[in-house]
């Protein structure tokens, strides 16, 4: 009779843990990335790039003991979830329901490109579509070598690693250019075609 109270006990201890652990229903974290610093940008503060490059907006974290910080590596899951965002950097607003920090290791630092040409380079091919960007120009970048200016209706600046670190409404690029080296010049890695006039 005393086993089976034990036995119970332990059981029940087991369940109430449970019901805090950092693991999503399914028990595990199913994807990896890196928390990101975008405070830069208008209205974002941090955000999780996925070892993917997608950029998830954490609105909620249904785990206990989640200290989000700039540099983790973290193992995680999460549910996508309706959300009015002032950031606009994000490509998902989502509800975190899986949280491990990786202690053991540090943020490696992505190569940093030189680009001299946007052909060999998907996420810059992809960012000049995306902005419909007539013009992109590499400056020297105060934090990480070299930035890129892409110049259309509106201006946006990314680092030599994809990160948008900058974007300002109109053609106008005297905010996003204060990120650069002062006093340097940009060079056009690239120029599309002017529009066609009727």
């Not at 036995?7 to 843990?17: H, K, N, Q, R, S």
């Not at 996420?123 to 930035?147: E, S």
């Not at 106008?172 to 340097?184: F, I, M, N, W, Y």
Request: hydrophobic content about 40%; charged content about 25%.
């Amino acid at each position: 009779m005393h086993a089976r109270w034990i036995t119970g006990l332990l059981a029940l201890v087991f369940l109430i843990a449970g019901c805090h652990t950092n693991k999503s229903a399914n028990g595990a974290c199913r994807f990896w990335g890196e928390v990101q610093d975008f405070s830069g940008l208008d209205g974002c503060s941090l955000l999780i790039v996925t070892d993917k490059g997608e950029k998830l907006l954490p609105i909620e974290f249904a785990v206990t003991g989640a200290n989000p910080a700039a540099g983790q590596l973290v193992q995680f899951d999460y549910e996508v979830v309706e959300a009015v965002s002032i950031c606009m950097a994000e490509d998902k607003a989502v509800r975190i329901t899986c949280w491990q920090v990786n202690k053991d290791s540090k943020p490696q630092a992505k190569e940093c490109l030189d680009l001299t040409r946007i052909e060999d380079t998907p996420w810059l091919r992809d960012a000049v579509k995306t902005h419909r960007a007539v013009q992109v120009l590499k400056y020297p970048y105060r934090t990480n070598g070299w930035a890129y200016l892409l110049k259309g209706d509106n201006v946006f600046l990314y680092d030599c690693q994809g990160s948008l670190v900058c974007k300002d409404e109109g053609p106008d690029t005297a905010k996003c250019l204060q990120r650069v080296e002062p006093g340097s010049r940009g060079v056009v890695i690239w120029q599309g075609e002017a529009p066609h006039q009727h």
